[in-house]
């Protein structure tokens, strides 16, 4: 079963921010919140990742909540090429219990961005 | 970051043949490979998780000999689909996560359409 909530589809013009949500309302302690995008017809790629600070890279920003239970990605000046399906996951993300630590994804949120 | 592979990235077939789709990581050694099948329209779906040198471990509702997963090396699996049938046409996508870390890593992806 999923353990997080999307809303399926998002629209952000070209250049502005996009804020993407998602709720992970039974996250637990030792749980991380991962974004992976899908580009159409291509495979999953890794965008940001964090356990309760809030996280930035070259690519995004990610802000969570400090309950844990929600979390918004960021994409500050997003183009077209972000054009894509975001997938909100929380996984273990541990060296030592490797058998439980598997990427499922949920429906995602498919952000289209417009000129 | 790591980079994994697949071949072919498309591939048809005739119903009832069989179909091998190979996956590498190209610069780490992968101790763990998982297989995801995506329908169109939906998201990827875990088929299995196969260790290096150990049998595969099917999610539930998946066929283990009809989706023959071989993983004899650190740089490689393979899926093959046996008999294949147009309802197994689908996009097939590897994941690898190396010995060191938790990170996994995805292949671009192989579009498998069975006629």
């Known amino acids: 079963d999923a353990k997080t909530t999307q809303p399926p589809s998002m629209d952000c013009a070209e250049g502005r921010a996009a804020n993407l949500p998602c709720n992970h309302s039974t996250i637990s302690g030792n749980e991380y919140v991962y974004w992976y995008r899908q580009i159409h017809s291509q495979g999953p790629q890794y965008i940001i990742h964090?356990?309760?600070n809030n996280e930035t890279n070259e690519m995004a920003s990610l802000i969570i909540t400090e309950d844990r239970k929600s979390s918004t990605l960021i994409l500050p000046h997003a183009t077209l090429r972000d054009t894509a399906v975001y997938y909100c996951i929380v996984r273990v993300a541990s060296l030592v219990e490797t058998s439980y630590d598997k990427v499922i994804f949920g429906p995602g949120t498919s952000l289209s961005v417009i000129p | 970051g790591a980079v994994v592979s697949q071949h072919p990235s498309r591939v048809i077939c005739k119903s009832g043949t069989s179909v091998k789709i190979e996956c590498r990581s190209l610069d780490f050694q992968a101790t763990t490979m998982f297989w995801y099948r995506q329908f169109p329209k939906q998201s990827l779906m875990l088929m299995a998780t196969s260790n290096e040198g150990s049998k595969a471990t099917y999610e539930q509702g998946v066929e283990k000999d009809k989706f023959l997963i071989n993983h004899a090396s650190l740089t490689l699996s393979t899926l093959t689909v046996t008999s294949a049938h147009p309802e197994d046409s689908s996009f097939y996508i590897c994941?690898?996560?190396?010995?060191?870390?938790?990170?996994?890593?995805f292949g671009p992806g192989t579009r498998l359409t069975v006629l």
């Open positions: 964090g356990l309760k």
């Open positions: 994941s690898a996560r190396g010995s060191v870390g938790y990170e996994q890593f």
